[in-house]
T-cell receptor, first 112, second 113 residues
């Protein structure tokens, strides 16, 4: 069965820290993986998309890596800010399907 | 503005009523999706469509129906609403291949009493 898990479920850090969010998936035959941000009561905003052939993608203070062989992706946030507080979700599309499977998310709080 | 538009944003239904959640996109995306998100949970796929006239079930399709008569529109029909269908519903769309970033609507919050 296609499954996506995320650890930790929640994370609280002081402002300025670098942090890592983890996403694990079953079956390495993925097409791509996306990271999203969701603010409370809002929709999802795409942060980064990593194609199956790529190892990482960067956007500003965000860096996402992909290791298909171990079934893992990490989202690295540098110099965290209170405005980064949100829930971060990863979603995987496998080669043999057209849909995306989401993880449960990591709720991040960055304290001033 | 280009994107995915969902209506209504909020709705309260009584048990047994029916309604349709509307979703429209103006990006000429082939793929469209309906997800539901329960409190504190990730998103679960209800139905999806890879093009006009083609739909398929996702993980949690029971109690719902969809149609895709045009590329732009993908309405979700709730028949005989039940309290278990209280949730936030998200519509999304993407291109079928390449850097197919999934673009989401703002969501529709449904309460069934």
């Amino acid at each position: 069965k296609q499954e996506v898990t995320q650890i930790p479920a929640a994370l609280s850090v002081p402002e300025g820290e670098n942090l890592v969010l983890n996403c694990s998936f079953t079956d390495s035959a993925i097409y791509n993986l996306q990271w999203f941000r969701q603010d409370p009561g809002k929709g999802l905003t795409s942060l980064l998309l990593i194609q199956s052939s790529q190892r990482e993608q960067t956007s500003g203070r965000l860096n996402a890596s992909l290791d298909k062989s171990s079934g893992r992706s990490t989202l690295y946030i540098a110099a965290s800010q209170p405005g980064d507080s949100a829930t971060y979700l990863c979603a995987v599309r496998w080669n043999y399907g057209q849909n995306f499977v989401f993880g449960p998310g990591t709720r991040l709080s960055v304290l001033p | 503005n280009a994107g995915v538009t969902q209506t209504p944003k909020f709705r309260i239904l009584k048990i047994g009523q029916s309604m349709t959640l509307q979703c429209a996109q103006d990006m000429n995306h082939n793929y469209m999706y309906w997800y539901r998100q329960d409190p504190g949970m990730g998103l679960k796929l209800i139905y999806y469509s890879v093009g006009a006239g083609i739909t398929d079930k996702g993980e949690v399709p029971n109690g719902y129906n969809v149609s895709r008569s045009t590329t732009e529109d993908f309405p979700l029909r709730l028949e005989l609403a039940a309290p278990s269908q209280t949730s936030v519903y998200f519509c999304a769309s993407s291109y079928p291949s390449g850097a197919n970033v999934l673009t989401f609507g703002a969501g529709s919050r449904l309460t069934v009493l």
